[in-house]
Antibody, heavy 124, light 107 residues
Framework: QVQLVESGGGVVQPGRSLRLSCAAS????????MHWVRQAPGKGLEWVAV????????YYADSVQGRFTISRDNSENTLFLHMNSLRAEDTAVYYC?????????????????WGQGTTVTVSS | DIQMTQSPSSLSASVGDSVTITCRAS??????LNWYQQKPGKAPKLLIQ???SLQGGVPSRFSGSGFGTHFTLTITSLQPEDFATYYC?????????FGQGTNLEIK
């Protein structure tokens, strides 16, 4: 079945780095743009980043621009989020999510497949 | 960045009631508006995309409408499983901003 499984979360000190992974299965990963969305404890959803299906384009929320990098390995069906210079306000559950449409149409469609989330806690 | 504002932030209703949640964009987003439902400890679930297109498997008591800057999500004949938090999201431009959420509680 279609599935996304995140991993790599944990407790990290401010200023340090962490890499999240999202393993995809059950669909043609290389045909879809992919997103990261986060949710701080008790707060709403915050869109973080998107990468195109062919890795040619990526876009970020202002809050993470210059610190986070989204990447993917289509040969391994895996999405990544490289997080540098972590701050307390980056503490959240991080979800990877797939749009409902393939290709460039996926930039404009809703996110119909979500992982279970991985928790990142930034604390000294 | 496009700001998405939902109202109300919280809402109390009873089983069988109908409710409407509003989402306003700070600038036009055409029909690039999606609605999600989230229950505690769970990932969001896509209900409606492109303003009005119901996702497969979503009950017909959910409906969406709107264009430009004003959108609504209506739930008729509320069922116990509908009590959750609802978010709108625009996918017209980057960043793909979400509304702050509407918590629908049982009265």
């Amino acid at each position: 079945q279609v599935q996304l499984v995140e991993s790599g979360g944990g407790v990290v000190q401010p200023g340090r780095s962490l890499r999240l992974s999202c393993a995809a299965s059950g669909f043609t990963f290389s045909s879809y743009a992919m997103h990261w969305v986060r949710q701080a404890p008790g707060k709403g959803l915050e869109w973080v980043a998107v990468i195109s299906f062919d890795e040619t384009n990526d876009y970020y929320a202002d809050s993470v621009q210059g610190r986070f990098t989204i990447s993917r390995d289509n040969s391994e069906n895996t999405l990544f989020l490289h997080m540098n210079s972590l701050r307390a306000e980056d503490t959240a559950v991080y979800y990877c999510a797939r749009p409902s449409a393939t290709g460039t149409s996926g930039y404009y469609s809703g996110l119909d497949v979500w992982g279970q989330g991985t928790t990142v806690t930034v604390s000294s | 960045d496009i700001q998405m504002t939902q109202s109300p932030s919280s809402l109390s209703a009873s089983v069988g009631d109908s409710v409407t949640i509003t989402c306003r964009a700070s600038e036009t987003i055409s029909s690039y508006l999606n609605w999600y439902q989230q229950k505690p400890g769970k990932a969001p679930k896509l209900l409606i995309q492109n303003g009005f297109s119901l996702q497969g498997g979503v009950p017909s008591r959910f409906s969406g409408s709107g264009f430009g800057t004003h959108f609504t999500l209506t739930i008729t004949s509320l069922q116990p499983e509908d009590f959750a938090t609802y978010y709108c999201q625009q996918t017209y431009s980057t960043p793909r901003t979400f509304g702050q959420g509407t918590n629908l509680e049982i009265k």
